[in-house]
């Protein structure tokens, strides 16, 4: 029961801390001209991703349990390609993917790119060249995160000109300050920060009562309490209008897991991470690709209306989530 406690009193706090950021980190797009997918890939997913870190380092360091880690940043980036889907529901009557910024392809293929290198990290296992401890490829990680934070940002600037055109309309927030926005981004984002770090040890305390097995309990269990952040983010930040921003927060969340699991390999003193990691980790990373790529499918066509509740493309990426959990609950 206490455990059930804690864990509404966190949700409370996200929910209501998340709705505020995602309210200033909209302030800060429009004060800088950066855009909200820069905002949504650097700003929110780099605090909304925290409790994966958090939870990658502790289970390396302390609990030695390198599959609750592998699986918590795999089963994350699996579960923010749902929320896309969620984002779609919310979002009408046009699909989300025809109101959304072309520019997320970018930030959608460096995530393809980055899972594809995990992905093929655990199927080669021990032949892969390590240096020291590390596997090789988490130096490959860290190098393309830099390299996708960096176009992204460059990619965002070139479109300077068109928000100038929409800012000469008419700003959302004249009357707030640049310094009150960031400040008040920093105060929620703290708050969202402390709530969710207590968010993976409630989820594994409460998963230990099904008696399912690690691989099974970090894609799952630990990933989606871990990805509570980005679902509220991303969420509020729709519902305010702030659409790029909140796809952003989700595919740059993506991009800055895959960052944890280079910086979970180095605090792993035992050798390469993916080596000790079981390999139906794959099953996660091949699924995030699949909808992954669904997703760069729809933002490219735009579709202009949608058949069901969800667009095509939506219904897609839940299908692939629906196969993965049922592979991974097989496998277990």
């Not at 066509?301 to 049922?326: C, H, P, Q």
Request: proline share 2%; hydrophobic share 55%.
């Amino acid at each position: 029961m206490l455990l059930w406690v804690v864990f509404l009193l966190c949700t409370s706090v996200i929910v209501y801390s998340g709705t505020k950021l995602s309210k200033y980190g909209d302030i800060i797009a429009e004060k800088t001209g950066l855009g909200g997918t820069w905002i949504g890939v650097a700003l929110m997913a780099s605090v909304t991703s925290l409790p994966e870190f958090v939870t990658g380092t502790s289970s390396v360091t302390y609990a030695g349990v390198p599959d609750i880690a592998a699986g918590d940043v795999l089963g994350s980036c699996v579960f923010n390609m749902l929320i896309l889907a969620i984002l779609d529901g919310i979002q009408r009557p046009v699909p989300i993917s025809a109101r959304a910024h072309y520019g997320h392809v970018l930030t959608a293929g460096f995530g393809i790119l980055l899972l594809s290198i995990a992905a093929a990290g655990l199927f080669l296992d021990q032949e892969m060249l390590n240096l020291g401890w590390i596997g090789i490829y988490s130096l490959v990680f860290v190098v393309i995160y830099f390299i996708a934070m960096r176009l992204v940002f460059i990619y965002e600037k070139r479109q300077i000109a068109a928000y100038v055109r929409e800012a000469a309309k008419g700003l959302k927030y004249e009357k707030v300050s640049t310094r009150t926005a960031v400040t008040h981004y920093v105060i929620n984002a703290l708050f969202v920060i402390a709530a969710a770090t207590f968010l993976p040890k409630i989820g594994e305390g409460l998963a230990e009562l099904t008696g399912l097995g690690q691989t099974f309990v970090g894609n799952i269990f630990i990933a989606v309490s871990t990805s509570l952040p980005e679902v509220v983010v991303s969420v509020s930040a729709v519902r305010m209008g702030a659409i790029d921003m909140g796809i952003g927060n989700l595919f740059g969340s993506n991009i800055f897991n895959i960052f944890i699991l280079a910086v979970d390999d180095f605090l792993f003193f035992k050798g390469p991470i993916l080596a000790f990691a079981d390999t139906n980790h794959i099953i996660s990373a091949l699924s995030a690709i699949a909808m992954t790529t669904v997703a760069i499918i729809g933002l490219t066509y735009r579709a202009e209306k949608k058949t069901l509740f969800l667009a095509w493309d939506s219904i897609g990426i839940s299908l692939i989530y629906v196969v993965n959990l049922m592979l991974l609950y097989v496998l277990r």
